[in-house]
């Protein structure tokens, strides 16, 4: 079920994919109370954020993760959660939470990487991201939105909630704005490089080679273990052309 109910005309309708699922809902929670504890702490806003010069003269290497838990106001945090729950829900079910959690930092992690690689841009270009701090979770969101868009490409969504768009529509008309603003320097203090990343980084790791090296050396290692048995007991699978009475089946 998803929360359906029965129109005037006996019809059912539905919003939301449903209920939430484990790793939604822990995120959801976990913003929630960040965002209590910096409205009375707002200085930790700062500290939690995100900045190139924080890294890179303190090692303060926890600020790729704590960042994408800060935002800066009601609207923000509102907009950013809805978004989670309406894409991320039914692909956190598809893949299940271990996946879909690794998923949604690696994006988040990316786009906050992308803000510090930035920063070392020479210039005035570099110095006003290096002394920036970049917070909040649209980032990881923004590469959730490519992953819907690459699973339910013709899926409709509703393009700043007034009318549907393709999936695969949506997140290019998203990616073309956030490089238009990124590029013009626009956008009202948003971090449209960071969207950028967050896109760029959930396309390379649902791309990326399956090749697992630890788990190829495993099964090579238990191959080599089994025909080495079989050899000690003469055993040969469908039988040796030598001999035509001995069959293993």
Known sequence: MRGRYPGPSGIYYSFGPGPLTPAIKAILIANSLVFIVTF???????????????????????????????????????????????????????????????FYFACGIGAGLTQVLLGLLPGSIG???????????????????????????HRPILMFFLFPVPAKYFVMILGGLALLFAASGGGGGVAHTAHLGGLVTGYLYLKRPRLNLFSEIQYRYLKWRINRTRRKFDVYSGGRRDDFNRRVH
Do not use: C, D
């Open 40 to 102: 009375f702490q707002p200085i930790l806003k700062l500290q939690f954020g995100v900045t190139p010069r924080h890294l890179f003269e303190s090692f303060a290497v926890w600020e790729l993760v704590t960042y994408m838990f800060v935002h800066g106001g009601p609207g923000h945090l509102l907009f950013n959660m809805l978004t989670l729950y309406l894409i991320g829900v039914e692909l956190e079910r598809m893949w299940g939470t271990r996946y879909f959690t690794k």
């Open 127 to 153: 110095n006003q991201f290096y002394y920036t701090s970049t917070i909040g979770a649209s980032g990881a969101i923004f590469g959730i939105l490519l992953a819907y868009a690459l699973y339910f490409p």
